[in-house]
């Protein structure tokens, strides 16, 4: 136990409080932590607009200032401090008096502006400083529900004006059902006068952007519409070196393939040096083709680490889907040198088979390629199994319910490179071709444990598609291992209701040498 007697405190001096003696300069510091957001860029770029503030920044700083008087007047200097809380839903149910305190306070300190503005309440409150203050702008990540109304758009028209301190530049509105083919444009141009020198963040989800503009220079991440033509887009990218993210959210128009191999002999091709995210929705072949073909990195860089290309549609000209194949092929290796996957994902589905190498389905970093299952599969699944990286990927995760020849085949150069599979997750009707195919070509020599999942994949006699099961084949390769000496450790079948594996065939599996059998455990 300590002795208080040398403490030296003495009665006449009571204790000072441990939070008023850190110096102004730290308490500045600690209140600005607690009500910012993301300062860091790549977090502002994969969020979607900031509709929630779960840790409630106002609140937060609302309740600091009552901490104590000191807190409250170091806290009512900062005009920096409150300029970042312009949560608009946190005004949403707000006494009037509270929004007046909070206009004061901001002074004029760069503004972080986000959320839904829904009501006409907010609307009211946030639109004035938006309008009287656009110059201290720092940051607009919000959403207009009603933005392209005849009397709200005008009240946007502070866009045309420059803005000096905006790094952020999110606007976003819905689309109703009936105006899905409808252009928007923003009406003031030039968008912020051609002047700001500081953006690094563009997304104006759906509306057209006016092209060219001096400030795409500076960008960071871009968000294109569906409504951008390629063409545009492509000119637009020739002025972005710096350009880190590219989002595409698709290509409406249609585009010939004289049209765009004119185009192609005659555009300045984007470099982008520093691309780490390539990430496009949907796409005509052919503007697809553009894209691909087009843009060039800057060999041995392997910054890309977000890869996402989308099924294209289908069109009767074949050397459109033999062009994108070649396109794609390009990006995957791209890809793939910089960040040698140890995961792969296949799934097929509808004709389309998805090559994934990230177990999250929300994509912000990994790869993510759809490719239309006919007759050129072939060749863009040889040249990714080219790839150098591809004999290092430990775990396979595969999807098999609609498999043709089409594509089974075509499969067998990329099976063949996974040398160094160590665990293998299966699940679909069409299975049962992937384990003949291990067994008769030896496929995953390095194969030590697998997983079946699908709760009524894998009964003896499977009602949906007539097929017998896919359990005999699967012990047809279990025992095989087990008599040339590479017997595998694990078989879990706990996602597979008891009825699928019947006795005799629990009976083969119990005799295979060093295997451990995971059944299904009723609760």
Not at 178 to 205: C, G, M, Q, W, Y
Not at 239 to 252: E, Q
Not at 410 to 429: K, M
Not at 481 to 496: E, K, N
Request: aromatic fraction near 8%.
């Amino acid at each position: 136990m300590q002795d208080t007697t040398s403490l030296g405190i003495s009665s006449r001096d009571p204790p000072r409080c441990s939070v008023n003696a850190l110096p102004p300069e730290l308490l500045w510091r600690i209140f600005m932590i607690n009500t910012e957001h993301e300062e860091d860029l790549d977090e502002w770029s994969i969020q979607c607009t900031q509709i929630d503030d779960p840790m409630d920044r106002l609140g937060t700083a609302r309740s600091c200032s009552q901490v104590c008087r000191l807190w409250r007047r170091l806290l009512l200097q900062l005009p920096s401090v409150w300029g970042r809380l312009l949560h608009v839903p946190s005004f949403e149910h707000a006494a009037d008096a509270w929004r007046e305190v909070i206009t004061k306070r901001i002074g004029n300190a760069p503004l972080w502006i986000t959320g839904d503005i829904e009501s006409n309440s907010t609307r009211l409150f946030i639109m004035p400083i938006l309008e009287e203050k656009w110059h201290n702008v720092q940051v607009l990540d919000v959403t207009d529900e009603h933005l392209y109304r005849d009397m709200i758009l005008p009240t946007w028209s502070f866009l045309e004006r420059e803005a000096p301190m905006l790094e952020i530049f999110k606007l976003w509105t819905y689309r109703g059902i009936f105006d899905e083919t409808e252009t928007r444009i923003l009406p003031f141009s030039p968008l912020f006068n051609d002047h700001a020198p500081r953006l690094k963040v563009f997304s104006a989800d759906n509306s057209l952007l006016t092209l060219p503009a001096p400030w795409l220079s500076n960008l960071d991440y871009i968000k294109f519409s569906d409504m951008q033509s390629m063409l545009s887009i492509l000119s637009a990218l020739t002025s972005m070196p710096l350009l880190r993210h590219l989002y595409i959210s698709g290509n409406k128009a249609r585009q010939s393939m004289v049209d765009s191999n004119v185009v192609i002999s005659k555009l300045n091709k984007p470099h982008l040096p520093l691309l780490e995210v390539l990430w496009i929705g949907t796409g005509d072949p052919l503007a697809l083709c553009l894209l691909l073909e087009s843009i060039t990195l800057s060999p041995g860089q392997h910054a890309l680490r977000t890869l996402r290309i989308p099924r294209v549609d289908k069109t009767p000209l074949d050397t459109s889907q033999q062009r994108v194949n070649r396109a794609i092929t390009k990006w995957i290796h791209s890809y793939m040198d910089g960040f040698p996957p140890n995961y792969l994902r296949l799934r097929d589905c509808n004709r389309v088979l998805t090559l994934s190498d990230t177990h999250s389905p929300c994509l912000h970093d990994g790869m993510e390629v759809e490719l239309v299952s006919d007759g050129h599969s072939h060749l863009i699944i040889e040249n990714i199994a080219d790839s150098p990286q591809i004999s290092l990927v430990k775990e396979l995760d595969v999807s098999l319910y609609e498999v043709t020849e089409a594509i089974r085949w075509p499969l067998q150069p990329l099976y063949q490179a996974l040398r160094s599979i160590t665990h293998l997750a299966a699940e679909g009707y069409c299975i049962g071709a992937l384990f003949h195919d291990m067994l008769q070509f030896s496929l995953f020599p390095n194969l030590r444990t697998i997983t079946l999942s699908g709760l009524n994949t894998f009964t003896d006699n499977h009602t949906r598609t007539g097929s017998a099961s896919v359990i005999p084949e699967i012990i047809n390769f279990l025992e095989h291992r087990a008599s040339i000496g590479s017997h595998l450790s694990l078989l879990d079948l706990s996602s597979v209701n008891p009825p699928g594996v019947s006795d005799r065939n629990r009976e083969r599996l119990e005799k295979i040498r060093g295997l451990s059998v995971k059944f299904w455990e009723q609760d």
